[in-house]
Structures are given as C-alpha cells and as structure tokens.
C-alpha cells in the first residue's frame, strides 16, 4: 500500500480526512474522543483534517483502530470517494457539469442557462437553490443531495448517472464522448446540434473532437 505523499494534502488526501470523520461519527465519537484514542496531538490531528497536511499511513492506521476500523477500510473508503485520474467525486461532477452547460450555452445563446435551471419544475421540486448550483459548480457535493444533482442531469436532458456517479461506466463514457464533440463544434461557432450528436464510438467521436479543434485552430 503506497504511502500519502507528503507536502500539501491532495485530492486523495482530502478524500482520506473525509473517511476518517465519517468514521468518527458513524463510531458515536466526538473529535476529542478520538484525538486521545489514536494518541496523536490535537494540533497535529486538526492541521491535517483541515487538509493543511496529509495523514500518515500510521495516522490511519491509528485513526482507524480508534472507529474500530482498518486502515484497509479507511483506505477503501478514501479510495471510493475518489473519481478517475485521482480527481475527488466532486471535481468529476463539476468538470461533467462544465461540459454540458458549454453545450448548452452554444445551443441557447440568448439565455439564462443556470437561471432556467432554477426557475424549472425540477428544481422547484426537489428545493433546489442557487447555492446548491453554485456548490456543484464550484464541486462541493457536501451541500448537495443526489436528489438535486439528479434534477440538473434532468433538465440538461442526460442520464441521472452522469451527474449522480464518479463511475465511468458505458453510459457515461457515450455521454462524455458525445459532449466533446458538440462543445469542439461549438468553438467554431456552428448551431444546430443534434442534442445526441453524432453516432459512433466514444473513441472514435473524441477523435472527432480533435479533428474539429485542430482544424479550428488552422482556421484561425
């Protein structure tokens, strides 16, 4: 099991933080419970929950024998919480968002994208505000349900996977692929999209994206 790289905490870091304090109430613990059974200083502890620093494998494995836990576990969970290419669930969610709101705005120059959004059935029902947008935007999941981030995936007309789920499954990978090439078409200021865009494989559409940005950059 590879050590947490010292320095600055990473996304991985992060995601290790977040595990350890679900552990710690999941355990009924109060922090100062679980400073004194793991038997690292509270100065030392709360600079790393803060994501000032990362945690130790011993860290966590003293950390997890304090929830009653593994470090294997904690590390599972850390690892769970993690999307593709050692991004957090958050970071994911937001690039995926960021993708389908270029897609969107080139499709519907003249409005209000995020503003529709809010003012929509969906987002009526499921309470979903300003704040929580701004949230997923920015990738804080914590202050969003699954509930609302299902809703947004509703009202841009994907799959709730896409914006509900890290896991890159088929689905998604279609979707994504599909999403490069019509913001690679938007950058050249082309309308009338197809909403499902182009058929083909999801390599071989994203092959098609870069065709179009290479030739838009010729263009230029």
């Not at 969970?77 to 960021?98: C, F, H, M, T, Y």
């Not at 009202?155 to 279609?174: A, N, Q």
Request: glycine content about 8%; overall charge negative; some cysteine.
């Amino acid at each position: 099991m590879p050590d947490v790289p010292a320095g600055a905490a990473d996304a991985f870091s992060q995601a290790v933080a977040r595990a350890i304090e679900d552990a710690k109430s999941a355990a009924g613990l109060t922090t100062r419970d679980l400073i004194k059974r793991s038997g690292l200083s509270a100065n030392y502890y709360y600079r790393r929950a803060r994501g000032e620093l990362p945690f130790t494998t011993n860290d966590m494995s003293a950390l997890a024998a304090a929830c009653g836990l593994t470090v294997g576990d904690l590390w599972a969970r850390a690892q769970a919480d993690i999307g593709p290419s050692g991004k957090s669930a958050g970071q994911v969610i937001a690039e995926r968002l960021e993708k389908l709101l270029t897609v969107a705005r080139a499709q519907f120059p003249r409005i209000d994208v995020p503003a529709t959004l809010l003012s929509s059935d969906v987002a009526r029902e499921t309470q979903l505000t300003a704040s929580h947008w701004q949230a997923v935007v920015d990738g804080d999941l914590s202050a969003v349900s699954v509930e609302q981030r299902a809703a947004v995936a509703t009202f841009f007309g994907v799959p709730e996977e896409y914006l509900t789920s890290v896991e890159v499954s088929d689905l998604v990978d279609d979707i994504d692929a599909r999403l490069d090439v019509q913001a690679a078409f938007a950058q050249t200021d082309a309308r009338g999209i197809s909403s499902r865009g182009p058929g083909g494989t999801p390599a071989s559409l994203r092959a098609l994206a870069r065709a179009i940005r290479e030739s838009n950059r010729r263009g230029q």
